[in-house]
Nanobody
């Protein structure tokens, strides 16, 4: 089993920044890909960004140039630096990790951007 715990969400004004963190714990040898998804009320959960164990990244078009994903393999932690936040970025942000063929989710952290 793998547990993911997110932190760093909150309320910020448009144009501001937040940094999300997600740390994995439990029984595993290594984590393959890690990523961040988000879900706004009444909408589907969308991929925001992902990163492989080797550091290759992938971003949704709506965050390119504003968000940066990174990870520390020694700490089993993935980060999401979010800059130039917009009200449209308001959502619950979920951490995701793939261990072998299994996918795990965190409980989510709320990000609210006021205009």
């Amino acid at each position: 089993q793998v547990q993911l715990v997110e932190s760093g969400g909150g309320l910020v004004q448009a144009g501001g920044s937040l940094r999300l963190s997600c740390t994995a714990s439990g029984s595993f040898n290594s984590i393959n890909a890690m990523g961040w998804y988000r879900q706004a009320p009444g909408k589907q959960r969308d991929l925001v960004a992902s990163i492989t164990r080797g550091g290759s990244t992938n971003y949704a078009d709506f965050v390119k140039g504003r968000f940066t994903i990174s990870r520390d393999n020694a700490k089993n932690t993935v980060y999401l630096q979010m800059n130039s936040l917009e009200p449209e970025d308001t959502a619950v942000y979920y951490c995701n990790a793939r261990v072998v063929l299994h996918f795990y989710w965190g409980q989510g952290t709320q990000v609210t951007v006021s205009s």
